[in-house]
């Protein structure tokens, strides 16, 4: 008779593993996915903020220009995301520092992950586009 000693550890093996790498993958990618969606809304955020908080009109792109400059350097480039954001900035009013107007900021970026590496080198992933966006309102007593 034949011994069936450590079959069921054999079979874990071969149907179980199989089943786990596509998972961890998709994991993965679902991560990185929803990491670049929040940093790009706290992004749009933060450069609503700063927009709509300056004391004067000249100032306005120099702190936008600020806000990204401490972005690319803190968040994005330690996440491995060498892309630059796009920021835009849409106004319900003439100049955008009325009472009451409404800032948008809009935060884009076309992010191509990284391929992955050893077995796994021929699943590539395509460029997607991420977009997240934030509106804020001027104060009314300035």
């Not at 809304?41 to 990204?68: C, G």
């Amino acid at each position: 008779m034949c011994s069936e000693r450590g079959s069921a550890v054999i079979e874990f093996i071969l149907l179980a593993v199989p089943l786990f790498i596509p998972l961890t993958i998709y994991f993965g990618v679902v991560h990185s996915s929803s990491t670049i969606s929040s940093d790009l809304h706290n992004l749009a955020r933060q450069s609503a903020r700063a927009f709509i908080t300056s004391s004067n009109e000249s100032y306005e792109v120099a702190r936008l220009q600020s806000v990204l400059n401490q972005f690319e350097s803190r968040v994005f480039i330690p996440s491995g995301i060498n892309e630059i954001p796009v920021v835009q900035v849409e106004c319900s009013a003439t100049p955008c520092l009325t009472p009451d107007a409404r800032v948008k900021v809009t935060a884009s970026l076309i992010h191509r992950q990284s391929n992955l590496a050893g077995i796994f080198r021929f699943i590539s992933t395509p460029e997607r586009q991420f977009s997240e966006s934030d509106v804020q309102i001027v104060d009314a007593w300035r």
